[in-house]
């Protein structure tokens, strides 16, 4: 990193570096808030699942909140192997209501959770949030998707930085 910033020009050195670090704490939220939504189905999977008398209920709220980290497949494919768990060590009765809570929760975390924690965490609408997401995803498949926020947040700096120096100095 000291080479990329030994060919700076001194002048704008110091006005990049900030940028740069504007950057750097954006990516960090965005993980640190992927973190936070994935602890949170975590705990609520758990929750559901000790209400329904299922064992292993922190194993597999576990299990939910590690997939969940894994953009857009990641918690469909939790939800499919807790629910076929829950079938093999409850029945179908407890497996058929957690399928449903998966459904009815990856909606609301897909379109409530995630965008309020990211749009705090990363400081963009959780409509940007949601774009950025979805274009990340049918541009460049999973890696995308996990990238797509940070990026777009980034770009928001670049942006903002740009056009704030053209108002300064037009």
Do not use: C
Request: glycine fraction near 6%.
């Amino acid at each position: 990193m000291t080479t990329f910033w030994h060919y700076q020009p001194k002048d704008k050195l110091e006005h990049r570096k900030k940028l740069a670090q504007e950057m750097h704490k954006t990516v960090t939220n965005y993980v640190n808030g992927n973190i936070f939504t994935s602890i949170i189905a975590a705990i609520i999977t758990s929750i559901s699942l000790w209400i329904l008398g299922v064992p292993y209920t922190i194993a597999l709220g576990i299990l939910v909140g590690v997939f969940d980290l894994i953009p857009l497949i990641g918690a469909t494919i939790a939800a499919i192997v807790v629910t076929v768990l829950v079938l093999i060590f409850s029945g179908i009765q407890p497996a058929i209501i957690i399928l449903i809570f998966f459904l009815i929760y990856q909606q609301i975390e897909n379109n409530i959770i995630q965008p309020l924690v990211y749009s705090k965490s990363v400081k963009i609408s959780p409509l940007v949030v949601g774009i950025a997401g979805l274009l990340g995803a049918i541009w460049a498949g999973l890696i995308g998707a996990l990238v797509a926020i940070p990026v777009a947040a980034s770009l928001q700096i670049l942006v903002k930085d740009y056009l704030d120096s053209k108002i300064k100095h037009p």
